[in-house]
């Protein structure tokens, strides 16, 4: 009996090796697996950086064209409110990304006799160019915005076409601001748990 305990307590200790070397072999496989998970997010990061970039700069190229194609649209003449002629003086160029969009435009110092007869000067943005220097347009006042007053040119018609295809990729361009933002948010809450 005492053969058969001792046989039986030679076994089990077999085993529990046998389990204890499956136990190590299993643990040391879960560390390599381990390192290289960790060795494959620090070869990502830079990926990850130039993703998240390319996320962005599609967001903002998209929001650039958008405002583009809204300031190429004009306004229409039909909206005026009280019509005169500008008198264009001085102009400045800008560009070629600014917060009218890409590409050049002018703003352009003008002198408008309204026909009820008042008298403004103001800085016209994309309106006029240097080309109309010392002409006198026929324009129209749509009103004011923040502090500056709108006009439109009588002898530009408007393209409302432009200003909805600028409108459908400002839309557009939501989907890749938001993934931008919520991967940057998501890369600085990776970054402060380290």
Known sequence: M????????????????????????????????????????????????????????????MLGTAVTLSRLAGKDMADARREGRATVGRCVEHGPISNRGFGYWEACEVDITWDDGQLEEMTAGAIFDSSDTGTTVRVGDLGIDRTTRLLARADVEARPWLLWIGYGVGLLALLPTFVGVLLLREVLRFRRKK
Do not use: C, H, M, P
């Open 2 to 61: 005492d053969d058969r305990i001792a046989s039986r307590l030679a076994e089990i200790k077999e085993q529990q090796r046998e389990l204890d070397r499956k136990d190590a072999a299993r643990a040391a496989e879960e560390a390599d697996l381990g390192a290289a998970v960790v060795q494959r997010r620090k070869g990502n990061g830079f990926r990850s950086f130039l993703f998240l970039t390319g996320i962005l700069a599609l967001a903002a190229g």
